[in-house]
């Protein structure tokens, strides 16, 4: 071992070689803890202490690696008045580690099954006084994203109504594009074809291709029902 003492002979070398080893460590011991029960129970304690405009959320059975792929076998959003929305079968591939230079990259995000049986009470939070802003909103990569399906109960936008819905969407600053799929599996709904991209020499530019029916699910949400 007489090369490796000669190696690490000055003590910046030493003091280099001792910090990556450590670093190291830590960064196995978190591969081998992001599959332990221990860990996937924190994450979901922390996912259901949050609340936002008085909707609370129930995660049942994560699993997986969590500085990766994980599932989730049922999430469930409730208000006042109890659950409104149930979403199945869960499943997402990401990259938590470039949430450090405010990066939220998520290379799949998939559910089987999403069920809203009625619109949420809202509860209006008290204003707060805006932060001081640091230059940067982040980045957001969403590369592919599928809802197989969309069960909307009658009242949440209109009839009841089916739908499809995939896509794909990223942001960087004031810059982004969105390409989004929605189909009809009903005969109730509407269609939609959507190629965006905003934020560089041309404000807005892309194409879009709605065909729907007066009691549909943009109808609504554009008020036009």
């Known amino acids: 071992m007489t090369w490796l003492r000669d190696l690490l002979a000055p003590a910046w070398r030493r003091y280099t070689f001792i910090g990556l080893l450590a670093l190291m460590s830590v960064l196995i011991g978190l591969r081998f803890l992001a599959f332990t029960p221990f860990a996937q129970s924190w994450v979901e304690a922390r996912i259901e202490a949050l609340s936002v405009s008085g909707q609370s959320v129930q995660v049942d059975d994560l699993r997986g690696d969590l500085l990766g792929r994980l599932s989730i076998a049922r999430l469930s959003i409730a208000d006042e008045d109890g659950t409104w929305m149930v979403v199945q079968d869960v499943d997402l591939d990401w990259s938590p580690l470039a949430l450090i230079g405010r990066h939220l990259s998520i290379q799949e995000l998939t559910a089987d099954l999403v069920s809203v049986s009625?619109?949420?009470?809202?509860?209006?939070?008290?204003?707060?006084?805006?932060?001081?802003?640091?230059?940067?909103?982040?980045?957001?990569?969403?590369?592919?994203?599928?809802?197989?399906?969309?069960?909307?109960?009658?009242?949440?936008?209109?009839?009841?109504?089916?739908?499809?819905?995939?896509?794909?969407?990223?942001?960087?600053?004031?810059?982004?594009?969105?390409?989004?799929r929605l189909q009809p599996t009903g005969a109730v709904g509407d269609m939609a074809q959507i190629n965006l991209d905003w934020g560089g020499d041309v404000p807005l530019i892309g194409e879009a291709t709605v065909l729907g029916s007066p009691y549909g699910f943009v109808a609504a949400l554009l008020c036009l029902s």
Do not use: C, H, K, W
Not at 146 to 155: P, Q, S, Y
């Open 118 to 180: 009625r619109q949420p009470v809202m509860v209006t939070a008290e204003p707060r006084q805006p932060r001081a802003s640091s230059g940067s909103s982040g980045r957001l990569d969403l590369d592919a994203f599928e809802i197989r399906t969309l069960n909307l109960a009658g009242g949440v936008a209109g009839p009841a109504q089916s739908y499809s819905i995939f896509g794909a969407i990223n942001a960087n600053g004031a810059r982004g594009g969105l390409d989004l």
